[in-house]
């Protein structure tokens, strides 16, 4: 395996729910991998295109690898994080680039953690956690209910900033 897919299996954050909640499946996709490891697969409703999706995480993404990977379906085969597109092209060493999914790694952790203690928030995708903070700072809330939650404001702007600046494709910032 090479050293991207090392570190793109290693990472997992476009699987794990941190920077995408569901991944479009096509006809073409063999969904069979997916649901033999529990996916949850759904149609959005009242969209009459009939697109499939799964929702994130997913179940096949556990222990820093993916358990379907030769097998993973298009959308997931198709995507590189702006992180791995720099490391292909040699802007960045790999050694860097897997110091860098260390640190966001290390702060998607601590923005769980501090989720915990909330509990609205059990059982949250990262991607809703990060939604709810950045309503938390939203004119309309007051600073009273800000305060109760500075901690976890606090490491999802961390987490969000490292999201940004290494693997959100330029398109989405």
Known sequence: MSD?????????MCCNGTLFER???FDHDDTAP???HDANLFRKSGDESGKLYMQLPCPAHCDGACKIYEFRPSTCRGYKCELL????????SFEKARAI???ALAARTATLKAAESHPALAGQSVKNILKFATDLLAEDV?????????ELI???MALDLQLELHFRAPQSK
């Open 101 to 103: 999914v260390l640190e």
């Open 154 to 156: 606090i490491e999802v």
């Open 142 to 150: 007051k600073p009273e209910d800000r305060g109760l939650y500075g």
């Open 34 to 36: 997916l649901l033999a």
């Open 23 to 25: 991944v479009q499946l």
């Open 4 to 12: 991207t897919e090392n570190l793109c299996i290693s990472c997992g």
């Open 85 to 92: 597109g720099q490391v292909e092209k040699g802007g960045v």
